[in-house]
């Protein structure tokens, strides 16, 4: 098993083209999906449950005689907490506590100043009364989601959080089931794919729908979050995992085969790039990287991902790593080199930076602290991770006083007429004191 890596040089007059084409990926929504997609939605948006109850057979292989039944009540959560092996419950409840310490420092407050004629402008911060959190099951379950997805909503003092999460021929997975204990998920329904997001967004007779969803899942629920986004909000359409890695070349060339494989082996689409000005290292990480593949479990999958999308960059300088780094925006970047904070100046563009040669990507996956909900695709050009800001509303607040608004009125007077516009103009003049 030998893996053939694709190798470019940032001073090659065709450097660019190949950049871009290494980078492209199709994320246009597949026309079958697509109708299959809209249909489920507008089944479960005039039906209701009838409507979830029937595709949740048909999908899921899980008859139920109401989604009452799908519902999994707050003691069947304590009891997987309670079940499930102490280390991973003592994991678990690690990885929380430092992800909820991490997103209390992003609580945004509430603020107002008064001016000197005792106008009062400022901005309410509010939480949404409701969130949806859509958790994939079956073989790809995955606690670590939970806790990102719903501590964040929960520190923002989100009202209520409903999880859904599928569980084919009713196999339910505890450590997911644990992981929403911890984290304060309010309700949990066994429900997924479309149908799952189109209860979440319309409401059924039994499932509240939400102001938001959040979560990963497969083709159809990303489809389907797409289909929604304007009834509902939704954090991202995101693309395969990626991981971008600059190296000074001091680091051992196994731990940085290992941290790309730690991406690749999520799907074949996933992105694994290696940027050094030291080509010698380069060749030494894909030895490591054809030395240690035949170890892994996933072998066949990191084997398509590196074969296809992965790229080693040899570059002049660590300067022109961060510059190339910027030109890709990636979901994941590590600076392994001997002075992370200095490079990480040069950094504008990236959805998490993990600092220094001891900092695996794989740490911010589960216990770190920041979020490892990220823009992928090039979206941390203007995205970045899910917070606690993702589950706040902002609304100004403008309160003049009689002074105030002889003063603005007189202001916004002549803009109003400028724009044609004498409602708005005479609604100002009115406030205006003409004595």
């Given at each position: ?196 997001v189109g209860a979440l967004a319309y409401g059924t007779e039994t499932v509240p ?227």
């Amino acid at each position: 098993m030998t893996v053939n890596i694709t190798r470019l040089n940032a001073s090659q007059s065709d450097f660019d083209s190949s950049l871009a084409k290494l980078l492209a990926w199709e994320d246009s929504v597949d026309h079958q999906v697509n109708e299959s997609v809209r249909h489920i939605l507008h089944q479960v948006k005039t039906r209701g449950d009838a409507a979830v109850l029937e595709f949740t057979e048909k999908f899921d292989r899980l008859k139920a005689g109401s989604v009452a039944e799908l519902e999994i009540g707050q003691d069947r959560l304590q009891k997987a907490l309670e079940t499930i092996p102490e280390d991973q419950r003592v994991a678990l409840e690690q990885a929380a506590q430092r992800v909820r310490s991490y997103h209390e420092r992003q609580n945004q407050k509430s603020w107002q100043y008064e001016e000197e004629d005792g106008t009062v402008l400022g901005q309410k911060v509010t939480p949404l009364d409701r969130a949806g959190l859509y958790v994939p099951g079956g073989k790809a379950a995955y606690p670590s989601s939970v806790l990102m997805n719903a501590i964040p909503a929960k520190v923002a003092g989100v009202g209520e959080v409903i999880m859904v999460v599928p569980t084919p021929d009713g196999v339910v997975n505890d450590m997911v089931l644990a992981a929403a204990a911890i984290a304060g998920v309010d309700r949990v329904f066994t429900l997924g794919g479309a149908q799952a997001v189109g209860a979440l967004a319309y409401g059924t007779e039994t499932v509240p729908s939400v102001d938001k969803i959040v979560g990963p899942g497969n083709i159809f629920v990303a489809t389907a979050k797409r289909e929604v986004f304007g009834t509902v909000g939704i954090d991202m359409i995101a693309g395969p995992s990626e991981i971008l890695v600059i190296c000074d070349g001091q680091t051992d060339p196994d731990w940085i085969a290992m941290d790309l494989f730690s991406q690749a082996e999520h799907d074949e689409q996933a992105q694994s790039i290696l940027i050094s000005p030291d080509a010698k290292f380069l060749d030494a990480v894909e030895a490591s990287i054809n030395k240690l593949l035949p170890t892994m479990e996933r072998a066949e999958i990191i084997e398509a991902s590196m074969g296809t999308r992965a790229a080693m960059i040899e570059v002049s300088d660590l300067s022109q790593a961060a510059e190339v780094s910027n030109r890709i925006a990636p979901e994941h970047l590590e600076l392994s080199v001997e002075d992370p904070e200095a490079l990480c100046e040069e950094i504008r563009h990236a959805g998490a930076i993990f600092m220094g040669r001891y900092t695996a990507e794989a740490l911010g996956d589960y216990c770190a602290g920041p979020n490892h909900v990220l823009p992928t695709s090039g979206t941390a050009r203007f995205s970045s991770p899910l917070g606690v800001y993702d589950f706040q509303k902002r609304s100004s607040l403008i309160g003049f006083s009689a002074s105030g608004a002889d003063r603005m009125g007189r202001v916004a007077s002549v803009l109003a007429r400028g724009e044609g516009l004498t409602a708005h103009a005479r609604s100002a003049e009115f406030r205006i004191d003409e004595d």
